[in-house]
């Protein structure tokens, strides 16, 4: 599927966000190990929507993302605060503690529910 947008995923995903954003129609990419220039072409940066990090000992990843995909949105799923070098660079920054992977995939996505919008009623009864 060609409209399917991409995450690239990097770290140890304990959390299960890239299995989220998986059932939210995300194709995912993952980076095991080192986040350099070379992994995250590989991954398919370029192309990606999301980066995410969930390993910020490999936060030195997010500005060469950036660079490689300017639109990319730079999302890090992590215990520990991002270090303040690349801290303004990422668009989310939260804690699996505050937010499960969930809410966070569907947040992304606009995958939630949307109460605002009225359900299709179609095949209803009509007024006489």
Do not use: W
């Not at 990419?29 to 995250?40: F, Q």
């Not at 989310?92 to 809410?103: K, R, S, Y």
């Amino acid at each position: 599927m060609t409209d399917q947008p991409l995450a690239v995923v990097a770290g140890p995903d304990e959390h299960g966000l890239g299995e989220e954003l998986a059932a939210c129609g995300v194709a995912i990419n993952r980076i095991e190990g080192l986040v350099t220039a070379d992994a995250l072409a590989e991954a398919g940066i370029a192309d990606a929507a999301y980066f995410v990090l969930t390993d910020v000992e490999e936060a030195t990843g997010i500005p060469v993302a950036k660079e490689k995909n300017p639109e990319v949105q730079i999302v890090t799923y992590a215990n520990r605060s991002l270090p303040e070098f690349v801290a303004t660079v990422a668009d989310l920054a939260v804690g699996p503690e505050l937010l499960d992977a969930a809410t966070v995939a569907e947040e992304l996505t606009g995958d939630a529910d949307d109460p605002a919008e009225p359900a299709d009623d179609a095949d209803g009864p009509s007024e006489p």
